[in-house]
């Protein structure tokens, strides 16, 4: 990153020592996986509740095609809501962007001791 900072230095005696540290976060390092099986569900889930129908029903409609939760029980309103709720956190924390944070800034100068082999 270049903010049009330019150091001159035309004095050989002078050390210039720049230290900084970056915090740079990143929240699409973990990717989240979902199985086909949570894929599907996920595109039943929210293609009926796209059509108006509530999470009791969309339950009741995924039992009695034979569906069952990633842990193989039977659908209840909660799981359906929080398919719903969990894939969108999800989805909106994919698309977050965050801008580096450069902390403890520090420029030192320091004078060089002349030696008897230097200039």
């Given at each position: 990153?270049n903010?049009?900072?330019?150091?001159?230095?035309?004095?050989?005696?002078?050390?210039?020592?720049?230290?900084?540290?970056?915090?740079?976060?990143?929240?699409?390092?973990?990717k989240?996986?979902?199985?086909?099986?949570?894929?599907?569900?996920?595109?039943?889930?929210?293609?009926?509740?796209?059509?108006g129908?509530?999470?009791?029903?969309?339950?009741?409609?995924?039992?009695?095609?034979?569906?069952?939760?990633?842990?193989?029980?039977?659908?209840?309103?909660?799981?359906?809501?929080?398919?719903?709720?969990?894939?969108?956190?999800?989805?909106e924390r994919?698309e977050?962007?965050?801008?580096?944070?450069?902390?403890?800034?520090?420029?030192?100068l320091?004078?060089?001791?002349a030696?008897?082999?230097?200039?």
């Open positions: 990153m903010d049009g900072v330019r150091w001159v230095l035309d004095n050989s005696n002078i050390q210039v020592f720049l230290s900084f540290t970056i915090k740079i976060t990143a929240p699409n390092l973990k989240i996986k979902y199985s086909s099986y949570q894929q599907k569900l996920w595109e039943i889930i929210k293609e009926k509740h796209n059509s129908i509530g999470y009791r029903k969309i339950s009741y409609w995924l039992n009695e095609h034979g569906y069952k939760t990633t842990r193989g029980r039977t659908f209840k309103n909660t799981h359906v809501f929080s398919i719903l709720k969990k894939k969108k956190i999800a989805d994919k977050i962007r965050f801008q580096p944070i450069i902390q403890n800034l520090k420029l030192k320091k004078k060089r001791k030696t008897m082999y230097g200039l």
